[in-house]
């Protein structure tokens, strides 16, 4: 069996100046685990508490994608394993997508979102923003891209306190470095690649300030490997 000893936190604090912090509202480290548990990632926000705390804030995973693979499986398995630590997740989601239908199955808490066209649709932007208000989610994870111009304008559009985090899972593929794109990622407080290959890509490609982008691995559960 592969076991993987190191554990992985992200936290969000308010507490600004404080040394730890890369920057007044985000604090990102990695925990080494020297028991034989595998690599699984832990987010907590407000103040930095002990692995497995209890915290209240919602945290929102937004997710159109219309398909069933890998991308729309780890969103699920990383709702389940955060819901499992005691988090509060809602997947954000259309109705009957396939990501929609498991996560009921799963148990997992739902906002049902309409879907949305991929650029400038500032009318489900200002109904997504009513959307999150409603639902009490001061944080949202995008994972697709096709997801990220209707959330930049959430937060462009009256969403300035909301904490946006773009969750990477594909290449970039071609230069992002034009306006539109400079814009979109402007609001992105954070940037989540999986290895430091992406990091480099988005580094090259886009004009994303490297402070902002972090490597995190994606988890592996060791009872699949059993």
């Known amino acids: 069996m592969i076991r993987t000893g190191a554990a992985l936190s992200i936290a969000v604090s308010s507490e600004a100046g404080s ?26 926000y407000g103040s930095l508490v002990e692995l497995g705390r209890e915290t209240d804030e919602n945290i929102g995973f937004f997710c159109t994608s219309p398909s069933w693979g890998g991308l729309e499986i780890n969103v699920l398995r990383l709702a389940r394993w955060l819901a499992a630590r ?29 879907q949305h066209k991929k650029y400038f649709d ?40 909301l904490t946006l985090i773009f969750k990477q899972h594909m290449q ?37 300030p490297p402070e902002k982008i972090h490597v995190i691995p994606l988890g592996v559960d060791p009872d699949h490997l059993a």
């Open 19 to 44: 040394e730890r912090h890369t920057s007044p509202n985000k604090y990102w480290k990695i925990f080494p685990w020297s028991s034989v548990a595998a690599f699984f990632p832990h987010l907590y």
């Open 122 to 161: 500032i009318a489900a932007a200002v109904r997504l923003r009513a959307t999150l208000r409603q639902i009490g989610v001061p944080t949202v994870f995008v994972f697709h891209r096709d997801d990220m111009d209707v959330m930049a304008w959430v937060k462009l559009i009256g969403g300035r306190s």
């Open 86 to 114: 005691r988090h509060r997740v809602t997947l954000l989601v259309p109705e009957g997508t396939p990501l929609h239908r498991e996560a009921l199955l799963a148990g997992c808490p739902v906002g049902v979102v309409a």
């Open 172 to 208: 970039l593929g071609v230069s992002r470095r034009d306006p539109v794109h400079a814009l979109r990622y402007a609001r992105d407080d954070s940037w989540i690649s999986p290895l430091e290959g992406l990091r480099a890509e988005v580094l090259a490609k886009t004009f994303i």
